[in-house]
C-alpha cells in the first residue's frame, strides 16, 4: 500500500529564514510519481512540482527547490529567504501504477511566517 | 482557459436538508475526482470518474453520499439527509489517464450543516 508521511504537523519560520518541509513515501512499485501542492490561506489547492522515480536530480525554481532521494524514500521541499506570502499548508503526494491515477496524500504541514 | 470550476463556494443547510455540489471539469481531462477535507482526516478521496464512469467509490463514507456525471463536463455531489458530522470543504479535481498526470483542483466548496 502506499504512504506519505509528513512528520512536521507546523513550522513556525521569521521572513527571509530558509526552511525545509519533510516528505517519505511508502510504496512498492519502481514507477512512481511525487507531488507537492500548496494551500493558502484562501483554501485552494495549488499544485507546485511533479516529480517522476526515474529522475532524482533536484529542481530549483526561484525560491523553491525539491531534493528526491530514492535511497531514503524521501522528496524534501525547501523555502529559501521565505516570505509572508509562503504561509500555507503544504501537502506532499504519491501516484504509481498500481494506483493509477489516484494520488495518496500526506497530512501536509503548515507553514507560518512571520515578519 | 478555465480551471476546475465548483458551486456554490459556501453552503450553509440544516440538518436533514439535501445538499448538492457542482463541479465542471477542465475541458479534455478524461477523470475526475471528487475529495473532502476536514481538520480530522485530511484529505480524503471520496470517488472519482473516468470517462463519466464512477470507478471507485470505496472513499464514499455513507449511501447518504452519492455522485453522479452526467457528461463529460459536469458532475454532482449530493449529500441527502445532511448531517452536522459531513461539514467539510469538498473538492472536486481533473486530470488526464495516468499516474503521472497532474490533478487540478476547484476552488473547493465548504459545507457547514447546522
Known amino acids: 500500500a502506499q504512504k506519505v508521511t509528513q512528520a512536521q504537523t507546523e513550522i513556525s519560520v521569521v521572513e527571509k529564514e530558509d526552511v525545509t518541509l519533510d516528505c517519505v513515501y511508502e510504496?512498492?512499485?519502481?514507477?512512481?510519481?511525487l507531488f507537492w501542492y500548496k494551500q493558502p490561506p484562501s483554501g485552494e489547492l495549488v499544485f507546485l512540482i511533479r516529480?517522476?522515480?526515474?529522475?532524482?536530480q533536484n529542481e530549483i525554481s526561484g525560491r523553491y527547490s525539491w531534493n528526491f532521494q530514492k535511497s531514503t524514500s524521501s522528496f524534501n521541499f525547501t523555502i529559501t529567504a521565505s516570505q509572508v506570502v509562503d504561509s500555507a499548508v503544504y501537502f506532499c503526494?504519491?501516484?504509481?501504477?498500481?494506483?493509477?491515477?489516484?494520488?495518496?496524500f500526506g497530512t501536509g504541514t503548515r507553514l507560518q511566517v512571520t515578519l | 482557459d478555465a480551471g476546475v470550476i465548483q458551486s456554490p463556494r459556501h453552503e450553509v443547510t440544516e440538518m436533514g436538508q439535501e445538499v448538492t455540489l457542482r463541479c465542471k471539469p477542465i475541458?479534455?481531462?478524461?477523470?475526475l475526482f471528487w475529495y473532502r477535507q476536514t481538520m480530522m482526516r485530511g484529505l480524503e478521496l471520496l470517488i472519482y470518474?473516468?470517462?463519466?464512469?464512477?470507478?471507485?467509490d470505496s472513499g464514499m463514507p455513507e449511501d447518504r453520499f452519492s455522485a453522479k456525471m452526467p457528461n463529460a463536463s459536469f458532475s454532482t455531489l449530493k449529500i441527502q439527509p445532511s448531517e452536522p458530522r459531513d461539514s467539510a470543504v469538498y473538492f472536486c479535481?481533473?486530470?488526464?489517464?495516468?499516474?503521472?498526470?497532474?490533478?487540478?483542483f476547484g476552488a473547493g466548496t465548504r459545507l457547514s450543516v447546522l
Open positions: 503526494a504519491l501516484s504509481d501504477t498500481g494506483t493509477a491515477s489516484k494520488l495518496t
Open positions: 516529480r517522476n522515480s526515474f529522475d532524482e
Open positions: 470518474f473516468n470517462n463519466n464512469v464512477p470507478i471507485d
Open positions: 510504496t512498492r512499485d519502481t514507477t512512481y510519481y
Open positions: 479535481a481533473s486530470s488526464f489517464w495516468g499516474p503521472s498526470n497532474i490533478q487540478y
Open positions: 475541458s479534455g481531462h478524461d477523470y
